[in-house]
C-alpha cells in the first residue's frame, strides 16, 4: 500500500522561507514523476511543481523563482523549499503520486501571514 505524508508545513512571515517534505513508504520513488499540489481555501487543488525520475523540473508560474522542488531516492522522499513566501502562497500542500497508483498524502498546511 502506497503512503505519502507530508511534513514541514506551519505558520511563517511574508518573506520567509519553509521546507516541505514528502515521505514515501510502500512503493520505491525512484522511477516515477512526482508532485506536489496545493488547495487554498475556496479555490481547486492546483499543481505547484512536479520532478521527474532524471530530475528534470517544473514550476507553476506562481511558484517560478521562489520554490526549488527535490528529490532524494535513497531516502525515498520528496522536499519543495519554499522562499519569499506570500499571503496567496497560503494553503494545503499535498505530494501526488499518479504511478503505479494514483496517491496522495493527508496534507500540510502553510499560513502565511503578518
Known amino acids: 500500500q502506497v503512503q505519502l505524508v507530508e511534513s514541514g508545513g506551519g505558520l511563517v512571515q511574508p518573506g520567509g522561507s519553509l521546507l516541505l517534505s514528502c515521505a514515501a513508504s510502500?512503493?520505491?520513488?525512484?522511477?516515477?514523476?512526482m508532485y506536489w499540489y496545493r488547495q487554498a481555501p475556496g479555490k481547486e487543488r492546483e499543481l505547484v511543481a512536479f520532478i521527474t525520475s532524471s530530475g528534470d523540473d517544473y514550476y507553476d508560474d506562481s511558484a517560478k523563482g521562489r520554490f526549488a522542488i527535490s528529490r532524494d531516492n535513497a531516502k525515498n522522499t520528496m522536499y519543495l523549499r519554499m522562499n519569499i513566501l506570500k499571503p496567496e502562497d497560503t494553503a494545503v500542500y499535498y505530494c501526488?503520486?499518479?504511478?503505479?497508483?494514483?496517491?496522495w498524502g493527508p496534507g500540510t498546511q502553510v499560513t502565511v501571514t503578518s
Open positions: 510502500g512503493v520505491i520513488i525512484r522511477p516515477y514523476t
Open positions: 501526488n503520486l499518479k504511478r503505479p497508483y494514483d496517491s
